[in-house]
Structures are given as structure tokens and as C-alpha cells.
């Protein structure tokens, strides 16, 4: 299950990490609020695949 959550975390940062620079590219969103939305996003994946 550590391996597994793990996995959803890195998952979790990349999407992250993409949304953020097309968001910022498109609009130029606050980077903290985006970033926010995205690990509240992988916790309940998280907590899903468990």
C-alpha cells in the first residue's frame, strides 16, 4: 500500500506541476491555490485506492 501511495503522490505532483504551467501560461493563476487544489486532489485518490 506505500508503494501504491507513493505512486498516487508522484502522480499527483506531475499532474500538479502540468496544470500549473498551463494555467499560468493561459490566465496566470496564483501558483499556492493551484498547487493546493492538486495535493487535496491526490490525498483523495489516496484514500480511494486504499
Same mark, same amino acid.
Given at each position: 500500500?506505500?508503494?501504491?501511495? #507513493?505512486?498516487?503522490?508522484? #502522480?499527483?505532483?506531475?499532474?500538479? %506541476?502540468?496544470?500549473?504551467? %498551463? ?6 493563476? #496564483? ?5 493546493? +487544489? ?7 485518490? +489516496? #484514500?480511494?485506492?486504499?
Amino acid at each position: 500500500m506505500a508503494h501504491g501511495h #507513493d505512486q498516487a503522490t508522484i #502522480d499527483g505532483g506531475v499532474f500538479a %506541476n502540468y496544470a500549473v504551467t %498551463n494555467l499560468m501560461k493561459a490566465k496566470r493563476m #496564483d501558483v499556492r491555490t493551484l498547487a493546493l +487544489s492538486g495535493v487535496n486532489q491526490t490525498v483523495h485518490q +489516496s #484514500d480511494l485506492q486504499i
